[in-house]
């Protein structure tokens, strides 16, 4: 089993940045790719960003193109993520994920086996 605990959530002005840490804690040799996933009220889980454990990292450009940067400090098996100019559409329950079958980072939420408890993050306009 692995557990991930999220932290770094809060209120923040539109146009400022946060920083989100997950911590990973188990059987963390068993995971392969790391992801963020946020879930706004009344939307579905939207896909942030993911790294592998190689390194290779993958966003959804879409949505957080060039303000969001996913980071990875392996000796502490935390992976982190850096969010800047941020909105109001940003406004999401951040949740980590961790995938114990699939190598890629990939966008799907069902690919991931494990996640964290989510943390609030809030941008007021």
């Known amino acids: 089993q692995v557990q991930l605990v999220e932290s770094g959530g809060g209120l923040v002005q539109a146009g400022g940045s946060l920083r989100l840490s997950c911590a990973a804690s188990g059987r963390t040799f068993s995971m392969y790719a790391m992801a963020w996933f946020r879930q706004a009220p009344g939307k579905e889980r939207e896909f942030v960003g993911a790294i592998t454990w190689s390194g290779d990292i993958s966003y959804n450009t879409d949505s957080v193109k060039g303000r969001f940067t996913v980071s990875r400090d392996g000796a502490r098996n935390t992976v982190s993520l850096q969010m800047k100019s941020l909105k109001p559409e940003d406004t999401a329950i951040y949740y980590c994920?961790?995938?114990?079958?699939?190598?890629?980072?990939?966008?799907?939420?069902?690919?991931?086996?494990?996640w964290g408890q989510g943390t609030q993050v809030t941008v007021s306009s």
């Open positions: 994920a961790a995938s114990s079958r699939v190598f890629s980072g990939t966008a799907v939420a069902g690919d991931y086996d494990y």
